[in-house]
RNA sequence: UCCUCGGUAGCUCAAUCGGCAGAGCGGGCGGCUGUUAACCGCUAGGUUGCAGGUUCGAGUCCUGCCCGAGGAGCCA
């Protein structure tokens, strides 16, 4: 057995600069091949997964025997010489390293409970602690990695202030969804955030162009494969910024997304499938329709379809929001995310800017992803006058003195502004092309599950 | 809260009309120099979600309950 010390330790990513020469790496055996004088074990390192070779004529025979009794998951060091070899799997892969020495850390226990193969659903988010080493969660979590940087980059890059808002926050702000309510000292109770926008519209008007971005939480009883109670949420919000410079800004955003997830994590979208061709297609202009024209599309696809359990959901009339089933459809039209804007103002929250001249129409956009994932931002322009805001408090029930201080906001300097949250686990979800939301987070918090 | 589907070995699933509880993977033992979730032989492994009921006999039929899934509503 060769000295560890003689070779180079190096990352699983790397193995193609090593050609030729001696290296470790250490991480854990993922699988192990027997094949007569021959073992093959796939080990991973947390970059990737190399296929290590060990013929029986090139070791002693304890290392032999060790090597081909290693249980999966075991920790091991393993050190020997690159080739390059086209049938060699892993990630890269088309690398080998043919073993001349070994040295095990652990062996783990027999009982591992991950199979190479499918599972269900609810085993594996029981096991979600050991499911993540798989290379398909391994691969979506890195991609999420991406997309939290390339969020924070865009936004520094075009000048916005991370701004953070608090996570416990006072009673309801929008008085619509429900919230999770924890005891708060003397003061009562307080809220897990469902949203950081208004205290950005607070922040704007101190920085300019701002953004937080952090967990949120909802506690509402959604059960469907587009919801988690703890999700991760980008919100920028601008100062002197309207509808249509928003809606600019927010197909740059999603745009520079997409792209630094096909410059940085090729690899892991071709493992998991995805077609590459529908994500380098996502480029400006982004198409925008109005909610007007959403409806009559929908109304015409409802038409043409025969099936009459599909009818049926697509029934609605102009005033309604959207529903899941009207946006899979409406999106399905489109081979790049679709911007509605202008939808009814009774739909909408309090704050949205009223469309001039159409006042049952407010400044509102969605951003619906292709391929059926359905919506990915919310923004608008924000209403800026201190009476109107005041009256829509009003009529929407809400206790004015808990807005005094966003009235303010409208007292002393008021400017047109706008903003949008883009949901960070549904748009993880559509540019892997997953079907659960539940993988594209690293401990998924649904209404049934806590654990891990 | 409502609708639909499901719960059988550690995992993924099968079991015909109500008639002996099965397979593959994983584990153990053995074989094989190129495996890609290898393959071949042998082997261990069961409170069929729970409680009742019908029946000579229930994984299967009936009643109630528990748990899970994804869809509606709500939303990102």
Same mark, same amino acid.
């Given at each position: 057995?060769?000295?560890?010390?003689?070779?180079?330790?190096?990352?699983?990513?790397? !193995?193609?600069?090593?050609?030729?020469?001696?290296?470790?790496?250490?991480?854990?055996?993922?699988?192990? $091949?027997?094949?007569?004088?021959?073992?093959?074990?796939?080990?991973?390192?947390?970059?990737?997964?190399?296929?290590?070779?060990?013929?029986?004529?090139?070791?002693?025979?304890?290392?032999?025997?060790?090597?081909? =009794?290693?249980?999966?998951?075991?920790?091991?060091?393993?050190?020997?010489?690159?080739?390059?070899?086209?049938?060699?799997?892993?990630?890269?892969?088309?690398? %080998?390293?043919?073993?001349?020495?070994?040295?095990?850390?652990?062996?783990?226990?027999?009982?591992?409970?991950?199979?190479?193969?499918?599972?269900?659903?609810?085993?594996?988010?029981?096991?979600?602690?050991?499911?993540?080493?798989?290379?398909? *969660?391994?691969?979506?979590?890195?991609?999420?990695?991406?997309?939290?940087?390339?969020?924070?980059?865009?936004?520094?890059? *075009?000048?916005?202030?991370?701004?953070?808002?608090?996570?416990?926050?006072?009673?309801?702000?929008?008085?619509?969804?429900?919230?999770?309510?924890?005891?708060?000292?003397?003061?009562?109770?307080?809220?897990?955030?469902?949203?950081?926008?208004?205290?950005?519209?607070?922040?704007?008007?101190?920085?300019?162009?701002?953004?937080?971005?952090?967990?949120?939480?909802?506690?509402?009883?959604?059960?469907?494969?587009?919801?988690?109670?703890?999700?991760?949420?980008?919100?920028?919000?601008?100062?002197?910024?309207?509808?249509?410079?928003?809606?600019?800004?927010?197909?740059?955003?999603?745009?520079? !997304?997409?792209?630094?997830?096909?410059?940085?994590?090729?690899?892991?979208?071709?493992?998991?499938? =995805?077609?590459?061709?529908?994500?380098?297609?996502?480029?400006?202009?982004?198409?925008?329709?109005?909610?007007?024209?959403?409806?009559?599309?929908?109304?015409?696809?409802?038409?043409?379809?025969?099936?009459?359990?599909?009818?049926?959901?697509?029934?609605? %009339?102009?005033?309604?929001?959207?529903?899941?089933?009207?946006?899979?459809?409406? $999106?399905?039209?489109?081979?790049? &995310?679709?911007?509605?804007?202008?939808?009814?103002?009774? #739909?909408?929250?309090?704050?949205?800017?009223?469309?001039?001249?159409?006042?049952?129409?407010?400044?509102?956009?969605?951003?619906?992803?292709?391929?059926?994932?359905?919506?990915?931002?919310?923004?608008?322009?924000?209403?800026?006058?201190?009476?109107?805001?005041?009256?829509?408090?009003?009529?929407?029930?809400? &206790?004015?003195? #808990?807005?005094?201080?966003?009235?303010?906001?409208?007292?002393?300097?008021?400017?047109?502004?706008?903003?949008?949250?883009?949901?960070?686990?549904?748009?993880?979800?559509?540019?892997?092309?997953?079907?659960?939301?539940?993988?594209?987070?690293?401990?998924?918090?649904? !209404?049934?599950?806590?654990?891990?």
């Amino acid at each position: 057995m060769r000295s560890e010390a003689m070779s180079t330790p190096i990352h699983v990513a790397d !193995i193609a600069q090593y050609e030729g020469q001696e290296v470790t790496i250490r991480g854990w055996v993922y699988n192990r $091949t027997d094949k007569g004088k021959l073992t093959f074990l796939l080990v991973r390192d947390g970059s990737g997964f190399a296929q290590c070779v060990a013929f029986k004529g090139d070791l002693d025979e304890a290392t032999f025997d060790a090597i081909r =009794r290693i249980p999966q998951e075991s920790s091991v060091v393993v050190s020997g010489t690159v080739r390059a070899d086209k049938r060699a799997p892993g990630l890269p892969g088309g690398y %080998e390293i043919g073993i001349s020495g070994f040295e095990v850390v652990q062996a783990a226990a027999l009982d591992y409970p991950m199979a190479l193969k499918e599972h269900g659903v609810d085993f594996a988010l029981d096991n979600r602690h050991l499911w993540i080493r798989m290379p398909s *969660q391994w691969a979506v979590l890195r991609i999420r990695a991406t997309i939290m940087r390339a969020i924070q980059d865009f936004l520094d890059g *075009q000048g916005f202030l991370r701004v953070d808002t608090p996570i416990l926050t006072p009673a309801a702000a929008e008085g619509t969804t429900t919230l999770f309510e924890t005891p708060y000292f003397d003061e009562g109770f307080a809220y897990l955030s469902q949203s950081g926008q208004l205290y950005n519209e607070a922040n704007i008007f101190a920085f300019g162009k701002v953004y937080c971005f952090g967990p949120t939480f909802r506690a509402e009883k959604s059960k469907t494969r587009r919801h988690l109670t703890e999700f991760w949420m980008v919100e920028p919000e601008i100062a002197f910024c309207d509808l249509d410079q928003l809606m600019d800004l927010e197909e740059e955003f999603v745009t520079f !997304i997409v792209q630094r997830v096909l410059e940085t994590n090729r690899r892991e979208l071709e493992y998991l499938g =995805r077609d590459l061709s529908k994500l380098e297609a996502i480029k400006p202009p982004f198409p925008r329709i109005s909610y007007d024209e959403a409806v009559q599309m929908i109304k015409e696809i409802q038409a043409e379809t025969d099936d009459p359990e599909k009818k049926a959901l697509l029934n609605i %009339e102009w005033g309604q929001d959207f529903g899941s089933p009207h946006e899979t459809e409406l $999106t399905k039209r489109f081979d790049k &995310p679709v911007m509605v804007y202008g939808y009814p103002t009774a #739909a909408k929250a309090f704050y949205m800017e009223p469309w001039p001249g159409r006042p049952e129409v407010c400044k509102s956009v969605d951003m619906l992803a292709p391929e059926g994932y359905g919506e990915i931002i919310g923004g608008s322009e924000r209403m800026s006058d201190h009476d109107l805001l005041l009256q829509r408090i009003h009529e929407h029930g809400l &206790p004015e003195e #808990a807005f005094k201080w966003y009235l303010d906001l409208r007292k002393y300097g008021s400017v047109p502004h706008s903003g949008f949250g883009l949901g960070v686990e549904r748009t993880v979800a559509w540019i892997c092309g997953i079907e659960h939301i539940r993988e594209t987070i690293p401990y998924p918090r649904t !209404i049934k599950r806590v654990y891990p």
